[in-house]
């Protein structure tokens, strides 16, 4: 009996040498390793990504200008005289009904951040990379109180002075882009998101725009 203890005992120590010989070798875990608590991974990308969000809608650029549109209608009568004579008669010519308003207005620009989702931010440690949509425009408003009418013979309808605001309002957002507004408020909002994330504790920061 006390010979079989002894066979157990041998056995049981070189269990435990080979176990610790292993450990040392990191093929298996420790002792100190099994007992040991460890330290609980916490992915931070949804709690980053929602406190980008509630930024909302990132306005970045507004551009302020003033246009000058217009619109001219023939009456009936003139149109008759055109189509017998085929001659082609000057808008500015009697007859023709003229409207020429002086519009102002302005166009914002901006980075909806709303759409920011987790395949577009990578972060580890004190390093983060996050991808911005592109600005678009957000807005064009004209103000009533912003419309002078220049030119009006003869008679309009409120529908019809309502496309002309309609051509104005296009007009005002084709010349903001041509200006490269778009440009403008991408340059702005990596400005803006760099200093937001570099205030979050991150060292190093890399905003980019996916064109």
Not at 53 to 63: D, P
Not at 86 to 99: E, K, W
Not at 179 to 190: Q, S, T, W, Y
Request: proline content about 5%; some cysteine.
């Amino acid at each position: 009996m006390l010979r079989q203890f002894k066979n157990y005992l041998i056995f049981f120590v070189a269990v435990l040498a080979i176990w610790f010989l292993l450990g040392k070798m990191n093929i298996i875990p420790s002792f100190s390793n099994i007992f040991k608590s460890k330290s609980v991974k916490i992915d931070e990308t949804p709690i980053l990504i929602k406190e980008i969000k509630e930024l909302a809608e990132l306005t970045t650029i507004v551009s302020i200008d003033e246009v000058v549109v217009d619109s001219i209608n023939a009456n009936p009568a003139l149109l008759a005289i055109k189509s017998i004579t085929g001659l082609n008669l000057n808008p500015l010519s009697p007859g023709y009904d003229q409207l020429v308003l002086i519009c102002k207005g302005r166009v914002t620009a901006g980075t909806d951040l709303a759409v920011i989702g987790p395949p577009d931010i990578f972060h580890n440690k004190d390093s983060v990379s996050l991808g911005l949509p592109p600005a678009r425009i957000l807005e064009v408003i004209i103000n009533p109180s912003g419309v002078e009418t220049f030119i009006e013979n003869g008679d309009w309808t409120t529908a019809a002075f309502e496309k002309v605001k309609i051509k104005a309002r296009e007009k005002m957002q084709a010349r903001a882009i041509s200006e490269d507004i778009l440009g403008k408020a991408n340059a702005r909002a990596r400005l803006l998101m760099n200093n937001f994330l570099s205030q979050s504790g991150f060292t190093k920061v890399h905003v980019y725009t996916k064109y």
